[in-house]
């Protein structure tokens, strides 16, 4: 099993919509978990950290449920600009702030 | 403004050499990290410092060297011995080695061996 899983999608949404995105990680004793965003061919920039009693930062809404080791990024009102790949990243055990980085989830907002 | 620089941007190798791809920081972040990133694949941990003059093998260390002579700047050379070293090789810093802190990236360096 990997330690970090994403949909790869893509996920075709029209502007306006409301779209999820899921991420299952498998190490129990996970402490700090993100949304990193990746447009193509560039660096992963940090969208939102995530809390365990879930947060939210503009049209975006992310949640965490520690039980089912379960991460959820939700987007309202979706942009064109938003067309991106949605990483999700869990810290690692053992010592240093090593994170895993899912494969992504392919975003592509249309007209 | 602060921030990562890597460089060079884009860097082509022939078969049998070493290269040096560059990483510095202006952030003041305690901790540096490499990362390669393949098509389909999430970034890969090759090396990474928590402090200056330390450095610990990450999980795909294996043909790759690194230094860490300097807080501000964390070097990654690609010997002969990477079997596959075409990738897009990501540079990125946090605050400290805490866990809990997100990482800032610099803005990568695509290799392709020719």
Same mark, same amino acid.
């Given at each position: 099993r +990997? ?18 995105? *899921?991420?299952?990680?498998? *190490? ?31 049209r975006?809404?992310? %949640?965490? *449920?520690?039980a089912? %080791? ?8 979706? +942009? ?16 240093? *702030? ?9 975003l592509?907002?249309?007209? | !403004? ?13 078969? /049998? ?13 305690? @901790?540096?990290?490499?990362?390669r ?21 990450? !999980?795909? @260390? ?18 002969? $011995? ?9 540079? $990125?810093?946090? !605050?400290?080695w805490?866990?809990?802190? /997100?990482?800032?990236? /610099? ?8």
């Amino acid at each position: 099993r +990997k330690e970090v899983e994403q949909d790869p999608g893509p996920f075709n949404v029209p502007e306006g919509a409301t779209v999820a995105f *899921n991420c299952t990680y498998s *190490n129990s004793a996970s402490q700090s978990f993100f949304w990193y965003r990746q447009d193509c061919r560039k660096e992963p920039k940090l969208l939102m950290s995530v809390y365990s009693s879930g947060n939210e930062d503009g049209r975006f809404t992310a %949640q965490l *449920n520690r039980a089912s %080791q379960y991460i959820s990024l939700l987007i309202r009102d979706s +942009k064109l600009s938003d067309s991106a790949t949605y990483l999700c990243v869990v810290s690692r055990t053992g010592g240093g *702030n090593k994170l895993t980085f899912g494969t992504g989830t392919q975003l592509k907002v249309e007209l | !403004d602060g921030g990562i620089t890597q460089s060079p941007k884009y860097l082509f190798r022939k078969e /049998g050499q070493n290269v040096t791809l560059s990483c510095e920081q202006n952030l003041n972040h305690d @901790a540096m990290y490499w990362y390669r990133q393949d098509p389909g694949q999430g970034l890969r941990l090759i090396y990474y410092s928590q402090i200056v003059n330390d450095f610990q093998k990450g !999980d795909i @260390a294996e043909g790759y060297s690194v230094s860490r002579e300097k807080k501000e700047s964390f070097p990654l050379t690609v010997t002969s $011995a990477q079997k596959n070293p075409t990738a897009f090789y990501l540079c $990125a810093s946090s !605050d400290s080695w805490v866990t809990g802190n /997100g990482y800032t990236f /610099g803005s990568g360096t695509r290799l392709t061996v020719v």
